[in-house]
């Protein structure tokens, strides 16, 4: 039987497991990537480990979430993953040369290849026909350690493009429309792999705006295959030596097939608070916008913003707009300035922020009270752009400057011809702000500079036989991460300090959790389906550990979180039928026995008062030994 492009980098990274879908997986990971929001944990995780140097064929540690130093805390933070980094043997991505998707994409991702991040868009590389994965910072920590990444082995979905876009619809628009259809559930499983006829329609970046926003799918990846497109662009970027071709095989088998055809897609929004709430823009254009954000991982690459520019050319923003540009990367900033055309964006009174996050994570440029905002990225969850009662609209960067023209959601179709983009055959490439690490011999001289908000781990507990504690919260469908453990300016500082992040756990649901869970000691989470979507970080299950969560009962769970919680030390149960959900009640005295024999057969009893309900979950060996040992750190550190 033939193989899909997904399969065939699996079986030459196989390290253990069968590919039959649902079975466990061992994957040898060539590259890794981490951010400084979920990086500072994930180097203290690889130095509790105990190993000397990383690994793998590539391994880089990026600053660009916690950018804005307000105090200390960020800056401290960059220089210990500068000073790890140098001694473990990773390249350091300068704060300022980018988005690590961005930059990743630009000058380290190859066709062929695995790489895992301790983010969740590390699928964005997928774009260039590469198997990447966003991942806990522990599993990324292991895989540094030359350690296998377990995953579960996914069905293969496939999306079969025919036509091409028509002038001012995106790749965006691409990916909004299959999260109309889908919904932010309909990815749980599966990898998705884009082909058919159209793909050769798409430029690597428009590839990789669809593999970055595959993550809102709950997908585990999506790739493109690697072709001459691929090929053209790796050459442009000076690697042409990275290229290998890379396409499934004509009697590949898939789970589902979904067709799109290119040339039928309108421009799109997701509205508020979800990014499946979509709509076409067209019906939207009542909507009066308060602030313009171009950039973050999905769109913000030379292409995107050199059309942001030529949109902009001549023209002021809206009076009642604000607007900001964030280019993705240094490479971006310096080229879209050498062609002469980064004065278009100043010149229209856009503000020009610096090559990272931003706004999108809440670093700075929240919205004004219960603002409309119209923003190029991947996630518009309630509270995530920084102002409680924000209403954020996900849009292509074509929308974005067409509505900040105009001052209200605006069909750029209505503003007469498209400007022509043509991208440069060469990218200026300079990789001085990447920072080699210190040779083998010379790692044992650098020391790792520690400030003061980097605090201990929480203590995890062996899992016993029985978990008897209250179920101290009970919440619905698609509960975010950051819902679990909010991100923004105020709080990101502290990702490398747990009992300060703890005060705001489930902030956005309950502000009581906290200092209930805290004095109960013990306690269980009840959740609805796709439980923990969104985000990698670990801090989402970190923090409930510190709290006393012991486990956490749900309808289902989105895929980095479970192993999160797991690699926690956290047991993470499904209803073995999801009505039960309704016959539980916040407060409730719970008892979840059998769970030595449950580890093992994959059945639970939870009783609460006089109600008996039977739970599911079903873990491997690995799996169950890690909750036995209370976590993957002393897991791992019990086998050494
Ligand atoms: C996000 O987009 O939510 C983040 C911030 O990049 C996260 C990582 C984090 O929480 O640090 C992600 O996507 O994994
Ligand atoms: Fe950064 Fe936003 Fe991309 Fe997350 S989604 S990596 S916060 S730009």
Not at 427 to 447: F, Q, W
Request: aromatic share 6%.
């Amino acid at each position: 039987m033939g193989m899909t492009i997904a399969q065939k980098i699996i079986q030459s990274h196989l390290l253990s497991g069968d590919m039959t879908p649902g079975s466990e997986i061992g994957l040898k990971i060539d590259q890794t990537l981490t951010q400084d929001a979920t990086g500072t944990m994930a180097y203290l995780e690889f130095e509790a480990m105990g190993i000397d140097r990383v690994r793998t064929e590539r391994s880089v540690a990026y600053i660009d979430h916690n950018t804005l130093q307000c105090g200390f805390e960020n800056a401290d933070d960059h220089r210990f993953i500068q000073s790890a980094a140098e001694k473990f043997g990773v390249w350091f991505s300068r704060p300022g040369n980018g988005i690590c998707h961005q930059v990743h994409l630009e000058r380290f991702g190859k066709p062929g290849k695995t790489l895992i991040g301790s983010d969740s868009h590390t699928p964005t590389c997928g774009g260039l026909g590469m198997l990447a994965m966003g991942a806990g910072g522990l599993d990324v920590a292991v895989a540094m350690g030359g350690g296998a990444y377990y995953i579960t082995m996914p069905k293969m979905y496939k999306v079969e493009l025919t036509g091409s876009l028509q002038p001012y619809v995106t790749a965006k628009d691409v990916s909004l429309e299959i999260l109309r259809r889908l919904s932010v559930k309909g990815g749980v499983g599966a990898i998705i792999e884009w082909g058919g006829p159209g793909v050769k329609t798409l430029s690597v970046p428009q590839r990789a705006t669809i593999t970055n926003m595959g993550t809102e799918l709950g997908a585990t990846t999506s790739i493109f295959p690697s072709d001459e497109i691929t090929k053209a662009f790796l050459e442009a970027q000076g690697r042409g030596e990275d290229y290998l071709p890379l396409e499934s095989d004509p009697d590949a088998v898939y789970d589902q097939v979904i067709e799109i055809d290119l040339s039928k897609v309108v421009p799109l929004a997701a509205c508020p608070h979800s990014p499946d709430n979509v709509k076409p823009v067209s019906e939207l254009s009542d909507i009066k916008v308060d602030q313009v954000c171009v950039g973050s991982c999905t769109n913000s690459s030379l292409a995107d913003l050199m059309m942001t520019a030529a949109m902009l050319k001549g023209k002021t923003v809206a009076p009642s707009v604000s607007m900001s540009v964030s280019p993705g990367s240094r490479q971006v900033l310096r080229m879209l300035s050498d062609m002469g055309v980064l004065s278009d964006i100043l010149l229209s009174g856009a503000r020009l922020l610096e090559c990272a996050c931003g706004p999108c994570i809440g670093m700075g440029f929240s919205p004004n009270s219960s603002g409309v905002s119209l923003r190029t990225f991947n996630r518009n969850f309630l509270g995530r752009s920084g102002t409680a009662d924000g209403q954020v609209y996900l849009v292509s960067p074509e929308t974005a400057v067409a509505s900040a023209l105009t001052g209200h959601i605006t069909d750029p179709r209505t503003l007469g011809e498209a400007p022509q983009i043509t991208l440069p055959a060469h990218y200026t490439v300079d990789d001085s702000a990447v920072l080699a690490p210190a040779p083998a011999e010379k790692a044992a001289d650098v020391a790792i500079v520690r400030g003061p908000n980097i605090k201990e781990f929480p203590e995890s507990h062996p899992i016993g036989d029985v978990i008897a504690a209250p179920l101290m919260l009970k919440v619905g469908d698609n509960i975010t991460t950051d819902h679990i453990m909010p991100a923004g300016a105020k709080i990101l500082p502290y990702r490398s300090n747990i009992p300060h992040l703890s005060q705001y756990c489930f902030g956005v649901c309950d502000e009581t959790f906290p200092a209930r869970a805290k004095a109960a000691g013990q306690s269980i989470v009840v959740g609805g389906s796709n439980y923990g979507q969104g985000s990698s970080r670990e801090h989402a299950a970190l923090v409930p550990l510190y709290l006393g969560v012991r486990a956490v009962i749900a309808k289902s769970f989105a895929r980095i979180h479970a192993a999160n919680l797991i690699n926690a030390g956290i047991l993470p149960l499904t209803f073995a039928d999801p009505a039960d959900y309704d016959r539980l009640e916040q407060g409730e005295a719970l008892e979840i026995t059998g769970i030595d024999d449950g580890l093992k057969n994959g059945t639970f009893t939870l009783k609460a008062g006089d109600k008996t309900i039977v739970l599911t979950g079903s873990f491997t060996q690995r799996q169950a030994d890690i909750l036995k040992a209370g976590g993957l750190l002393n897991y791992t550190a019990q086998k050494q």
